[in-house]
């Protein structure tokens, strides 16, 4: 049929609705635990946040315009983003790794995204577990409890999309942050640019800076606990526990300066 290409580009379809659907059940008392702990003031029902009204209010204005869906649900990403489209890459052949990193971060200082240049055998461990392991379950800090986020690879790139989207629209779910991984002069150089794309209605940078953190927290990690966090999420899905991700979180320090209401280290 005429819908099938757009189901597979995007990548929540078939063999991962089982497991959102477990997810889907074994989530809310654990959502509500954390939200009794940061709002000990007013006890609210489940699930009760801004963003739920917000996604709710999204749908009911989204569900009318089913063909304005199919422009923006891509998000403005770019399809086939390749180097060469945003780097001239013969030229920096000639440049050492060194250089190569500062014209990527200069480049990507002044535009309002993420980026990072990652060393060669930092991307090996990631991609070899990636292929075993292409998705995750992210927690991102909201003003109160916390935001899932699903990331799933789909070749070098790696698509984000909240889990509360995920569940209500299930494989047409749009991603909502894209990161795209160039291997292109990884043996050469022994680096690998990274750069990405967002949708700024549901994330600002900092956002997304922490989701990408995640990545390296949870798939290039030493410590055989936290990536076994990752398997788990794939392969036994049904002991998997979301605490244990903001557990693991919390204990990075990642994400703290999304939380403005608590005291950082810098005050």
């Known amino acids: 049929g005429g819908g099938e290409p757009a189901l597979e580009e995007n990548p929540f379809y078939g063999k991962y609705r089982h497991k959102i659907q477990e997810l ?3 989530s809310p008392d654990v959502f509500e635990s954390r939200m009794e702990k940061r709002n000990e003031v007013k006890k609210q029902p489940v699930g009760y946040s801004n963003q739920g009204e917000f996604i709710r209010c999204m749908e009911e204005k989204a569900r009318p315009a089913e063909g304005l869906g199919t422009k923006t649900s891509k998000g403005g990403f770019t399809k ?5 489209s945003i780097l001239n890459v013969e030229m920096v052949k000639e440049k050492s790794a060194e250089e190569i990193k500062q014209i990527w971060n200069q480049y990507f200082s002044a535009k309002d995204t993420v980026y990072a240049v990652i ?3 930092k ?24 935001e899932f986020f699903v990331g799933q690879w789909s070749g070098t790139e790696l698509h984000f999309t909240s889990l509360i989207n995920v569940q209500t629209q299930g494989e047409t779910a749009p991603s909502q942050l894209v990161l795209y991984h160039y291997p292109e002069l990884q043996k050469e150089k022994g680096i690998v640019l990274m750069t990405a794309e967002m949708d700024s209605k549901f994330l600002v940078v ?11 927290l949870f798939y290039a990690t030493d410590r055989s606990e936290t990536y076994e966090l990752v398997e788990t999420f794939n392969h036994r899905s049904s002991e998997f526990k979301y605490m244990s991700v903001i557990a693991e979180l919390e204990q990075s320090g990642l994400g703290r300066e999304l939380r403005p209401g608590q005291v950082s280290d810098k005050s």
């Open 119 to 121: 060393p060669a055998e």
């Open 123 to 146: 991307f090996d461990l990631i991609w070899k577990r990636a292929q075993k392991c292409p998705l995750f379950l992210y927690a991102l800090p909201r003003k109160e409890g916390y």
């Open 80 to 84: 086939d983003k390749t180097l060469d």
């Open 24 to 26: 889907r059940r074994s």
């Open 206 to 216: 900092r956002e997304a800076q922490c989701l990408a953190n995640q990545v390296q």
